[in-house]
């Protein structure tokens, strides 16, 4: 099985801890050649799709699982990454051409907002359940303030290391088993392991290496793991339904300039053309059964 592009699940039996190590490679450049980013953003957006797909390994996803960050701060006004149950991961940042983002998270403000949202299909298609944890934003990185969440939250002592460049987006996730399993000291054995890791070799490591360099004295079984790719749940249809909820005169006002209405997915650059002639067709149609999307212009 290849090293990039994977998420990897193992286990650490005598330790009594879980882990989970994401590679996103051939994933992050095709995401990043839609968009360009300043570096900063382009580094914290790479961290958030890594956690987003490690994230999914850790919970049972049946449909998508977004990481998303909302602040007022010049530097950042929106950041979404998501992974679904089918491997495909896509992120998009919005605003922070105003001022540097800051490298301190704690620095976009009192008011900035991190949350985590599970998707998941519900009876009726257009009503999925959705789930949603708040994530504070009071930590350095982005990695300490969802160890500091799933401490508080799950009350299960988890460490977490993210990093991404240009070429990149890699995390790895460890986290103690619950009730009694492992040795007394597993856990900080794996911790102290844990530690001697950087950025630098999360990135430059492939995940079975970088596994057994840090835990070949624990024995790590690897459980299975999938892969990870590239890939948007724009379509059609899906931005006909958009058009329906907007409504017939928005939509003929939109399209009076052009003579149709354009429309340009902001995480694949796919283009969608209404023509004026198709517009009492569509909105003759009942609502079509597909969500729409959360990002179009």
């Not at 994933?27 to 900063?40: E, I, M, R």
């Given at each position: 099985m290849k090293d990039h592009d994977q998420l990897q699940r193992f286990l650490l039996p005598d330790a009594g801890v879980r882990g989970i190590h994401v590679d996103l490679h051939d994933?992050?450049?095709?995401?990043?050649?839609?968009?360009?980013?300043?570096?900063?953003i382009q580094e914290l957006l790479g961290e958030a799709c890594a956690a987003?797909?490690?994230?999914?390994?850790?919970?049972?996803?049946?449909?998508?699982?977004?990481?998303?960050?909302?602040?007022?701060?010049?530097?950042?006004?929106?950041?979404?990454?998501?992974?679904?149950?089918?491997?495909?991961?896509?992120?998009?940042?919005?605003?922070?051409?105003?001022?540097?983002?800051?490298?301190?998270?704690?620095?976009?403000?009192?008011?900035?907002?991190?949350a985590i949202t599970i998707e998941n299909p519900g009876l009726d298609p257009r009503e999925p359940q959705r789930y949603q944890s708040l994530v504070a934003l009071d930590s350095t990185t982005l990695g300490e303030a969802f160890e500091n969440y799933f401490r508080q939250s799950e009350q299960l002592p988890t460490r977490l290391l993210l990093a991404a460049d240009g070429q990149r987006a890699t995390g790895l996730l460890l986290q103690k088993l619950p009730g009694d399993g492992g040795d007394a000291d597993?856990?900080?054995?794996?911790?102290?392991?844990?530690?001697?890791?950087?950025?630098k070799e999360l990135l430059e490591l492939p995940?079975?290496?970088?596994?057994?360099?840090?835990?070949?004295?624990?024995?790590?079984?690897?459980?299975?793991?999938r892969p990870l790719a590239f890939g948007c749940s724009c379509s059609r249809e899906r931005v006909a339904a958009m058009l329906q909820s907007l409504g017939e005169d928005e939509a003929r006002?939109?399209?009076?300039?052009?003579?149709?209405?354009?429309?340009?997915?902001?995480?694949?650059?796919?283009?969608?053309?209404?023509?004026?002639?198709?517009?009492?067709?569509l909105f003759s149609q009942p609502a079509a059964a597909h969500p729409a999307p959360e990002h179009l212009q």
């Open positions: 994933t992050w450049t095709g995401l990043l050649s839609h968009a360009a980013y300043p570096p900063a987003a797909s490690l994230f999914t390994g850790h919970t049972k996803i049946d449909g998508r699982l977004s990481v998303q960050i909302r602040s007022r701060h010049p530097g950042l006004r929106t950041l979404f990454a998501e992974c679904t149950a089918a491997g495909t991961v896509r992120g998009i940042v919005q605003g922070g051409d105003e001022a540097p983002l800051p490298r301190d998270l704690r620095q976009l403000g009192e008011d900035a907002l991190l597993g856990w900080n054995r794996a911790c102290a392991l844990f530690d001697t890791l950087g950025e995940g079975s290496r970088l596994v057994h360099r840090l835990f070949h004295e624990e024995s790590p079984q690897v459980l299975g793991g006002a939109a399209a009076a300039a052009t003579g149709a209405v354009e429309v340009r997915c902001e995480f694949c650059g796919q283009r969608y053309d209404f023509p004026l002639s198709e517009l009492p067709a």
